[in-house]
């Protein structure tokens, strides 16, 4: 039977192009910045993102961390939405290893805080408070249903920011994913931003790594960071190799797996007791209705059993992530298993 995973899209597995590229990659020691690979990478990372400079990381994790690091000092306030990655699934690093405040705010379901909310976080200048130095956004939003932050939004974040001194961060481990969705050149959704992580290792495909990207200043000091926490890496020209198919090749094809999530919704939402939300680019959320006597881990395991692998995010909901191996023929599998697990 053909396993579907729509786990996620960090289950991803190399593709032949990346084998490949990886076979025959050129490497040397990276500390020492003799990876022709990685530099290649990172020319290209910045290129594409429209920044002076770019650093290979080992994670989106790790990336999101050693930015927050390079912009903030011991004791300074980071303001970030309270569904933020950063916030839920990176163990509070910025506060145990950076000493960094998070003063986190709503997200809107869009996925945006709203200006007049981060206006009113900004710390004023008082010996009793910390320091505001930087707002955080995440785009494409992974905890609000995938949903793409727009350009113009963004612009906004920027202009607040700057009014006050304050540094952006966007975690943008899925950002080609919301260029694809409005349709702009990924440039546009980084505009005046003071530094963006993107992931190679999701829908992009490739087995390992992120890329931040910034000024060269800033990259300079975040190659420091990377390095303290022990994310130098030597001949990482091997993964660096499929990082730069990812870039060339995988960013192009990001369409079909939103059209996959919307065939997957679409075939949900005629399923009686299922409830879908709104789907925006690769990530589909659903619950099961009150009317459902199952658990989620009920329905997870029934769908194990058919060979459809998905995460309950609690008792009653989900999220399933379309990917490039999830084709229209894992789509009908997975949604043929919902059906049978559903009508017992
Ligand atoms: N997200 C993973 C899990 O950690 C939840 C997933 O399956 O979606 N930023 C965003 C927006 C992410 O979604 C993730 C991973 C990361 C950062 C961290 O990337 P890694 O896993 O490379 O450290």
Redesign the pocket.
Known sequence: MKVVDL????VTHPTPAMWKAMALAEVGDDVLGDDPTVQRLEALAAERLGTEAALFVA??????LVALLTHCGRGDEVILGDK???IV??QGGMAALGGIMPHPLPNRPDGTLRLEDIAGAIRGDNIHFPRTRLICL?N???NCFGVPLTAEYTAAVVALARRYGLKVHI?G??IFNAAAALEVDVRELVRGVDSV?F?L??GLCAPVG?VLCGSAAFIAEARRNRKVLGGGMRQVGILAAAGIVALQEMTLRLDADHACAQCLAEGLAAIPGIEVQPVYTNMVYFRLADSVTLTADDVAAGLKERGVLILPRDARSFRA?THYWIDADAVDQALEAVRAVLTG
């Open positions: 786990r996620s899209d960090t994670s989106g994790t790790m990336g999101n933020s990655h950063t699934y990176e995440e494409t939003h992974n975690d481990a899925r992580t992931c290792s999701k992120s992530v």
